[in-house]
């Protein structure tokens, strides 16, 4: 079993930044990739970004291009999302999510193991 544990959420006003952080423990696959997600009040959960296992291959949702950016650290075994120029529209639960394969995919039923989540709050 996998575990996953968000952290570094709260609430901000627009234009700020935030940076989340997930460490994972447990019994993850030798090379794993690593996303995160997010699901606002009422809404389907979306992709936001992903990083493979090396690290060099990285993908993002239009709304988060230019504006976030995801990083891993794998002797920590811990993901990263900075989050920059945030916006009211960016609040959400944000949940961190890791897939037994190397390669990154925005395909939520693809990965694996999800963390409880972080909530983020922009306000106007």
């Known amino acids: 079993q996998v575990q996953l544990v968000e952290s570094g959420g709260g609430l901000v006003q627009a234009g700020d930044s935030l940076r989340l952080s997930c460490a994972a423990s447990?019994?993850?696959?030798?090379?794993?990739?690593m996303g995160w997600f997010r699901q606002a009040p009422g809404k389907v959960r979306e992709f936001v970004a992903g990083?493979?296992?090396?690290?060099?291959?990285?993908l993002y949702a239009d709304s988060a291009k230019g504006r976030f950016t995801i990083s891993r650290d794998n002797a920590k075994n811990t993901v990263s999302l900075q989050m920059n120029s945030l916006k009211p529209e960016d609040t959400a639960v944000y949940y961190c999510?890791?897939?037994?394969?190397?390669?990154?995919?925005?395909?939520?039923?693809?990965?694996?193991?999800w963390g409880q989540g972080t909530q983020v709050t922009v306000s106007s």
């Open positions: 999510a890791v897939r037994n394969l190397p390669s990154i995919t925005a395909v939520s039923y693809r990965y694996d193991y």
């Open positions: 447990g019994r993850t696959s030798s090379r794993y990739a």
């Open positions: 990083i493979s296992w090396s690290g060099d291959s990285t």
